[in-house]
Nanobody
Framework: QVQLVESGGGLVQAGGSLRLSCVASGRTFSRYALGWFRQAPGKEREFVAG????????YYADSVSGRFTISRDNAKNIVYLQMNSLKPEDTAVYYC????????????????????WGQGTQVTVSS
């Protein structure tokens, strides 16, 4: 079993920045993809960003491309989401997720492909 714990959320004004962190503990993987998802009240959980096991392959939702950056530190089992130029529509609970990768280094964008999830951290962007 893998435990994921997010942190770094909070209240920020529009145009500001936040950096989310997700620390993995428990079972370790030789290779695993990590993703960030978010869910606003009354809406479905949506993909935000994903990164392959080596960090060389990343994907972003169109809504955050150019503003958010995902990165990872495998030595520390941490994945980050740097969020810049935040907008009120970015307000949501942000979740990190993990899934083992054996053959290819392509992070899934489908939430159903991830096996492990964190508890979420609230991000609120005020106008």
């Amino acid at each position: 079993q893998v435990q994921l714990v997010e942190s770094g959320g909070g209240l920020v004004q529009a145009g500001g920045s936040l950096r989310l962190s997700c620390v993995a503990s428990g079972r370790t993987f030789s290779r695993y993809a990590l993703g960030w998802f978010r869910q606003a009240p009354g809406k479905e959980r949506e993909f935000v960003a994903g990164i392959g096991w080596s960090g060389g392959t990343t994907y972003y939702a169109d809504s955050v491309s150019g503003r958010f950056t995902i990165s990872r530190d495998n030595a520390k089992n941490i994945v980050y989401l740097q969020m810049n130029s935040l907008k009120p529509e970015d307000t949501a609970v942000y979740y990190c997720a993990a899934v083992p990768q054996v053959w290819v280094e392509v992070p899934p964008t489908n939430l159903y492909e991830y096996d492990y999830w964190g508890q979420g951290t609230q991000v609120t962007v005020s106008s």
